[in-house]
């Protein structure tokens, strides 16, 4: 992997999709809202590890 400059919000959406559908892909978890480390389950209205601002 390497480090890509991201210009503009379509291409930091792209990069958060691929970030969260990494675990799903690998069998970890069915859905990325399930992964602990993820900040998906706060998107989905549910409690994560940290509290972020959606």
Do not use: C, F, T
Not at 22 to 38: A, D, F, I, M, T
Not at 40 to 52: D, F, K, R, W
């Amino acid at each position: 992997m390497h480090a890509e400059l991201i210009l503009n919000e379509a291409m930091m959406r792209e990069s958060w999709i691929y970030i969260l559908a990494n675990p799903v892909k690998r069998g970890y978890v069915n859905l990325p809202q399930h992964w602990r480390y993820s900040s998906a389950a706060n998107y989905e209205g549910l409690m994560g590890l940290m509290v972020i601002d959606v």
